[in-house]
């Protein structure tokens, strides 16, 4: 007995001290990810419930509910990785996908298989017209037209005039078809292909996709907003697309589509969609924009009822004609993460993202930045005070929590000195036009945003002005060229700022004075845990240390060649380290040795931050979000 209970007593101190190391053991959960993660090219709806939408990394979805639901086809996956670019279907069975490398896809059971067929090509294919189950064309690079009467068990090539790049193709019957594409190019053909005839298009700019209602009535869309149209199928005239120039030139249209002669949509550019109720005559584009990414495929339903598909994984559906439209699917290639206090954070990235969090991480809603281009670095000052910078200039300000955000900068300014709160002196007027990568506030006075070859700019006052700061006048020509892409102050005084060519910039007095080194490797970001003690890291892995102010920097021995992208420290012994392919490095002493810690994610990673009860977080590309 004495020995059972000297047993138990053993048992249960064993446990007493095991039990709390196997619940302190973590791992990384998925708040949030993409469910598709491809460039959508293309939607098309053979009749109200079945649907098909394809993209690149071989993605085909279809829908046999009319939308509601979207699957991914074959059951078992394709045995090659393709970017697919055209899908047509005749009947709810038979159908046809086009894409790079000369291939074409078939179906005879509504895409639960598909068969590749043999067309003797590699030119990449960009669209695809079938009439019937024998009939249809395949265009492409090179002035490329194919045809095959007998459903695309075999395929001959048509003579064109051309080496334009073939964009699309639409027949009506056997016999009559258009085809469109590089420098306004129109043809027309009556006889199956046998022989083309040039029509005038009116424009030299590239047509990216042609629709015909009919033998008479049809439309063509393509670069610098170019949109013409024939109401005979002989004679075409252009049409005023009215698209907005957010580059500062005319967004391109890359597909149109026509519910009857009056109801028309086309996808374009950054997010823009073009409405006509008129046939065209007069074209509007929607006053907001769902998404800011490439939209590339258009279909209406009907003229209530229309699918547009575009990059980033997007899927936009309207049933009012297009006055709004719901955001069925869509990616955010995150790429900075901000938390002001334990509930409120942000994350932006790239097409203009913006996602926010109130409730502490468990929900993340898009906010409209106003912005359509990348946004690399976010910060706020206080709980309705904030800032992002990216591409394109840009520096973004809410003062309401980022219910609206404005433009500080102005992207057109071309270093003219007209956004008055952002002053660049002297011989570094021009670098107020340069786009920047990262941000960092060490209070909420004084922040450090940098950049583009060079470029770094600095406030004191919370946001309300900024001034340009040559980290390079001490001495080192070169870093004041090389982008920079990481900064981090612990302080007003002390930061640090890393880039291209191994660049490592110190200072410890507020940017006055900087030390600064260079190198070989790329580096992405730098984390400084005391005025000491900092670590920077970057390409095919990796991370260095210093622990005398940046006198010395010590390469640390990583377990990845994987890029590193971001770097973040609890203590001066415990750390984290993110990067490409959802690697995630964890060190307990202070990066003498680092190891691999188990991802729940193979998608890159961008960002890593801490809030203030210790959650930790991580994001990164199709929208990606981790908690720990």
Same mark, same amino acid.
Request: charged share 15%.
């Given at each position: 007995?004495?020995? $059972? ?56 979805? #279809? ?24 899908? $047509? ?32 090509? $590699? ?88 629709? %015909? ?17 024939? %109401? ?13 120039? !957010? ?16 109801? @028309? ?13 008129? @046939? ?8 907001? $924009? ?72 468990? #929900?993340?809603?898009?906010? #409209? ?92 006052? @919370? ?66 845990? #005391? ?47 993110? @990067? ?18 188990? !991802? ?29």
């Amino acid at each position: 007995m004495k020995r $059972r209970i000297i047993f138990a007593s053993l048992l249960m101190t064993i446990l007493f001290y095991v039990t709390p190391f196997v619940f302190a053991q973590k791992d990384w959960k998925v708040v949030n990810e993409s469910k598709w993660q491809a460039s959508f090219s293309d939607v098309f709806f053979v009749d109200d419930m079945n649907g098909w939408i394809v993209g690149s990394n071989s993605t085909i979805l #279809n829908t046999n509910d009319g939308g509601k639901t979207w699957n991914q086809q074959p059951n078992q996956l394709l045995p090659f990785i393709n970017e697919f670019k055209k899908v $047509r279907f005749i009947t709810p069975k038979i159908g046809w996908i086009v894409g790079e490398n000369g291939m074409v896809l078939k179906t005879t059971d509504g895409g639960q298989e598909w068969s590749k067929l043999n067309t003797r090509t $590699r030119v990449a294919l960009l669209g695809v017209s079938f009439v019937d189950e024998q009939h249809g064309w395949a265009c492409g690079d090179g002035g490329f037209l194919m045809h095959t009467n007998n459903g695309g068990m075999s395929w001959q090539q048509q003579t064109i005039d051309t080496n334009n790049t073939i964009e699309g193709v639409h027949f009506v019957t056997p016999e009559v078809g258009w085809a469109a594409g590089g420098g306004g190019t129109l043809l027309h053909t009556i006889d199956g292909g046998m022989n083309w005839q040039f029509q005038t298009s009116a424009t030299v700019n590239t047509l990216d996709a042609i629709s %015909m209602l009919d033998d008479t009535t049809g439309w063509a869309v393509g670069a610098g907003g170019a949109v013409v149209s024939t %109401m005979d199928g002989i004679n075409w005239e252009v049409q005023q697309s009215n698209v907005p120039n !957010s580059n500062g030139m005319p967004e391109p249209i890359w597909d149109v589509h026509f519910a009857n002669k009056n109801v @028309g949509i086309a996808a374009a550019e950054f997010g823009v969609i073009l409405r006509t109720f008129d @046939g065209g005559k007069s074209w509007e584009p929607l006053n907001y $924009r769902p998404v800011a990414a490439r939209l590339q495929g258009a279909h209406m339903k009907s003229a209530a009822e229309a699918w547009v598909v575009g990059d980033k994984s997007t899927i936009l559906h309207t049933t009012d004609g297009g006055k709004t439209w719901d955001v069925v699917s869509n990616t955010s290639e995150l790429r900075a993460v901000h938390f002001h206090n334990d509930q409120l954070g942000w994350a932006v990235g790239l097409a203009g993202s913006v996602l926010h969090t109130n409730d502490g991480g468990e #929900n993340w809603l898009p906010q #409209n930045s106003g912005d359509v281009f990348e946004l690399f670095g976010v910060g706020f000052v206080d709980a309705k005070r904030g800032y992002i910078v990216g591409s394109n200039a840009a520096l973004l300000e809410t003062l309401d929590g980022g219910k609206t955000w404005k433009s500080v900068s102005d992207p057109g300014d071309e270093g003219h000195g007209r956004a008055t709160r952002i002053q660049f002196g002297g011989d570094m007027s021009w670098k107020s036009a340069m786009g920047s990568y990262a941000l960092s506030f060490g209070s909420s006075t004084h922040g450090w945003a940098v950049g583009e070859t060079g470029k770094a700019m600095t406030t004191s006052d @919370g946001g309300k002005t900024w001034v340009g700061v040559d980290i390079a006048s001490d001495g080192n020509p070169v870093a004041g060229f090389n982008n920079l892409f990481g900064v981090h102050f612990i302080d007003n005084k002390t930061g640090w700022i890393v880039g291209a060519g191994g660049t490592i910039a110190g200072t410890a007095d507020g940017g006055m004075t900087w030390k600064i080194t260079s190198g070989f490797a790329e580096l992405q970001d730098v984390f400084a845990i #005391n005025p000491l003690t900092a670590w920077a890291v970057g390409s095919q892995g990796t991370i260095m240390v210093t622990t005398d102010g940046g006198v010395s920097w010590i390469d640390q021995t990583v377990p990845t060649e994987e890029n590193i992208n971001a770097v973040l420290f609890i203590t001066e012994k415990e750390g984290w380290a993110v @990067g490409d392919k959802g690697i995630i490095l964890y060190t307990q002493d202070g990066g003498v040795t680092w190891l691999k810690h188990s !991802s729940p994610t193979i998608n890159n990673l961008r960002d890593i931050v801490r809030t203030k009860n210790g959650t930790l977080w991580i994001i990164g590309d199709s929208t990606t979000i981790l908690r720990y």
